[in-house]
């Protein structure tokens, strides 16, 4: 039945592969018959030019038609791991692949995504079977138990049952040379445009110098041809697009139900669940956590870059809940080859209990004879030698020195607003800490900070020199009590704030300016020693303050920004010897 099923799907990615063809042949029939239409009917020097555009139009065509070589797809880099290095995964692998009825892989290899896939290098079109590769995501194996992984692997051994992988590199084919075909196209009406615009623009440039006012470039109608032949593909495009994918999506829920069959109903659908909310978990872990120390030249410790997700999956679980209930009810795009995940998992909870809800089940990644080991295997395998040369400190400090540097960035626009009022200092000799932005309470939301490659190199070790600090403005406020209200009004307002005159006015102004004057205290406790950011797995990073500290920077702070200034305080708890 599988034989019989694939060789339908061969026929039909057949007949799709073979109308491109015909696509082909019939525009090349409209241009041979527009030739001779020219050449019966029209003056000749006319004739040869719609020849020559013709001809120019077939180019891109014939290409198209004779590049069959299909690109060959790089392989995911990861680790691949003999039956040796993992008997037990392998033999989990082998005992899913016989109860789906089907050959096991030939290699698995261990990535660093939350998926799991399966390809084979098969040959003569898809008839014959070649080498068959598993593809293992080590971050999938920290969220599943083993049931829900081999609800995984019976996922991935149901396409190699119905022979789903074989079909690949045929619709591959199909999908490549629609593609290259349109890109020919656009790029010939890319190149056109850009001919007719220096042409335009040289023109232009003579009057200019004739002292003769220019004509508006215009090049709206200059390559309408290619765009047109193009829009012919994309549409037929289109289409092979969603013929192809409507047949990959009933495979997908035919896997589905072979995973349901040797995993169980429940471990199927939870497995599912889990897959939704580590997606966006380890998305969260790389953005931050694990680079959060590249833009500062740092890296976390050895076998960190992937192993701390582990951490920070224990220390959210409570946080993800909400993901594994909330499932998207339409594909990712127009052509996933994947159902809505919505779909699928309904689809499975309304089958009728196997009794198999209550299998107790170990973390999958016991499977792995030394799941650390494979984790910090990882690095050398997925990361950049350039990113593997960074140092090596710890989360504490990889945290710590990270946030310094981005919320470096943070203060720029105090030192900016009060260099504006004429303030100036010593500058500052510690990283711009800003443990709140000016326009809100939190300094990245719900993250350790915002995502990664964002810092500037030389922002946040030392502020620019003559930056006024805080000892400079708390001079400044001594002198003029109303420098702070106009501090405030260099931030940014609501409306409401922007309308406000007199007290209204000043309550308005009063938490900018506190905000101000505590992102400046930060600066200098930070730089004493005094206060440090602090790394949690569960919520945002946060800066420390040393206990007498903490207790005393809130009314220190609302003494400075009181109608009557009192800035002793905090000159007093930030800046005392």
């Keep these: ?54 001809v120019v139009l077939a180019i891109p065509i014939v290409r198209g038609m004779f590049m069959l070589r299909t690109p060959k797809g790089e392989p995911l880099p990861g680790i691949p791991v003999t039956e040796g290095q993992e008997p037990a995964l392998w033999q989990a692998v082998r005992e899913v692949a016989e109860q789906v009825g089907t050959r096991a892989p030939d290699e698995i290899v261990l990535i660093d995504e939350v998926n799991a896939a399966v390809g084979e290098d098969a040959r003569l079109l898809g008839l014959l079977p070649g080498t068959r590769r598993l593809y293992l995501g080590l971050p ?39 593609i290259r075909t349109v890109a020919h196209f656009h790029e010939r009406a890319d190149k056109k445009i850009a001919k007719e615009r220096a042409k335009q623009e040289k023109k232009a440039e003579k009057r200019l110098a004739q002292g003769k006012k220019a004509k508006e470039i215009d090049t709206d109608g200059e390559g309408a041809m290619y765009r047109a032949m193009a829009a012919v593909y994309t549409a037929y495009g289109k289409f092979y697009l969603r013929a192809s994918l409507s047949g990959a999506r009933r495979q997908e ?17 939870s497995a599912l669940r889990e897959l939704n909310a580590l997606d966006w978990a380890h998305d969260f872990y790389l953005r931050c956590y694990a680079s959060i120390g590249l833009g500062s030249g740092l890296m976390p410790p050895e076998g960190q870059f992937f192993g701390g997700f582990r ?58 004879a030394d799941a650390d080991a494979s984790v910090a295997a990882l690095e050398p395998a997925v990361l950049s030698p350039q990113v593997l040369a960074l140092p090596r400190v710890s989360w504490e400090e990889l945290v710590h020195a990270t946030m310094l540097r981005y919320s470096g960035q943070r203060t720029a626009a105090v030192h900016e607003a009060v260099t504006a009022e004429g303030v100036t200092g010593g500058g500052v000799t510690s990283g711009g800490i800003a443990a709140e932005g000016l326009t809100g309470d939190g300094i990245t939301g719900d993250g350790v900070t915002a995502e990664a490659g964002t810092a500037e190199a030389g922002t946040g070790d030392r502020a620019e020199a003559g930056a006024p600090d805080l000892a400079a403005l708390l001079d400044a406020i001594d002198a003029d009590p109303a420098l702070r209200w106009r501090l405030a009004d260099r931030f940014p307002k609501s409306e409401e704030a922007a309308a406000a005159t007199g007290r209204v006015a000043r309550e308005f102004a009063r938490p900018v300016v506190r905000r101000a004057l505590k992102q400046l205290a930060d600066v200098e406790l930070t730089a004493r020693g005094l206060a440090r950011w602090q790394l949690s797995w569960s919520e945002s990073a946060t800066l420390g303050y040393r206990s007498d500290i903490y207790d005393r920077l809130d009314e220190a702070l609302d003494a400075a920004v009181a109608d009557q200034s009192d800035t002793e305080p905090l000159r007093k708890l930030v800046l005392a010897p």
Excluded: C
């Design 1 to 54: 039945m599988a034989h019989m099923a694939a060789s339908l799907r061969a026929l039909r990615a057949l007949v799709l592969l073979a109308g491109f063809y015909l696509l082909g042949i019939a525009l090349l029939a409209v241009l041979a018959a527009a030739d001779w239409a020219a050449a019966t009917w029209l003056h000749p020097a006319v004739a040869g030019k719609i020849l020559i555009v013709t």
């Design 140 to 178: 999938l194996m920290t969220g599943l138990d083993e049931m829900q992984l081999r609800a995984v692997l019976a996922h991935e051994m149901g396409h190699y049952a119905n022979l789903d992988t074989r079909l690949t590199p045929l619709i591959a084919r199909g999908r490549a040379q629609l």
């Design 253 to 269: 829920l035919a896997a589905d139900l072979a995973a349901v069959r040797i995993a169980g109903r429940d471990a199927t659908a």
């Design 311 to 368: 951490t920070m999956l224990a220390a959210r679980s409570a946080d993800l809940d909400e993901l594994r209930t909330e499932l998207s009810t339409e594909p990712a795009s127009p052509y996933d080859s994947h159902p809505a995940l919505a779909e699928r998992v309904a689809r499975i909870e309304a089958l009728p209990d196997d009794g198999r809800a209550a299998q107790a089940a170990r973390p999958s990644l016991d499977l792995l």
